[in-house]
Nanobody, 119 residues
Framework: QVQLVESGGGLVQAGGSLRLSCAASGRTFRWYIMGWFRQAPGKEREFVGAIRSSGGTTSYADSVKARFAISRDNAKNTVYLQMNSLKPEDTAVYYC????????????WGQGTQVTVSS
């Protein structure tokens, strides 16, 4: 079993920055991909970005590209989501998830952390 714990959410003014963390714990595992998703009230959950374990390749949704950046600390089993130039429309609960094998989707999810951007 793998546990994912997000932290770093909060209230920030538009134009500000936040850094979210996702710490993985539990049995020793080798992950393939870790992703960030978000869900705003009344909306479906959407993909924000992801990072692959091998090579650190990242991908982002168009809505956050050039504003958000994902990084990792393999020694700490932690992935970060740096969010800059935040907009009110970025307000959502942010979730991290881990996929253990290519093509198998995401196997474990965190509980989420609230990000609120005021105008």
């Amino acid at each position: 079993q793998v546990q994912l714990v997000e932290s770093g959410g909060g209230l920030v003014q538009a134009g500000g920055s936040l850094r979210l963390s996702c710490a993985a714990s539990g049995r020793t595992f080798r992950w393939y991909i870790m992703g960030w998703f978000r869900q705003a009230p009344g909306k479906e959950r959407e993909f924000v970005g992801a990072i692959r374990s091998s090579g650190g390749t990242t991908s982002y949704a168009d809505s956050v590209k050039a504003r958000f950046a994902i990084s990792r600390d393999n020694a700490k089993n932690t992935v970060y989501l740096q969010m800059n130039s935040l907009k009110p429309e970025d307000t959502a609960v942010y979730y991290c998830a881990v996929g253990l094998r290519a093509g198998a989707g995401y196997n474990y999810w965190g509980q989420g952390t609230q990000v609120t951007v005021s105008s």
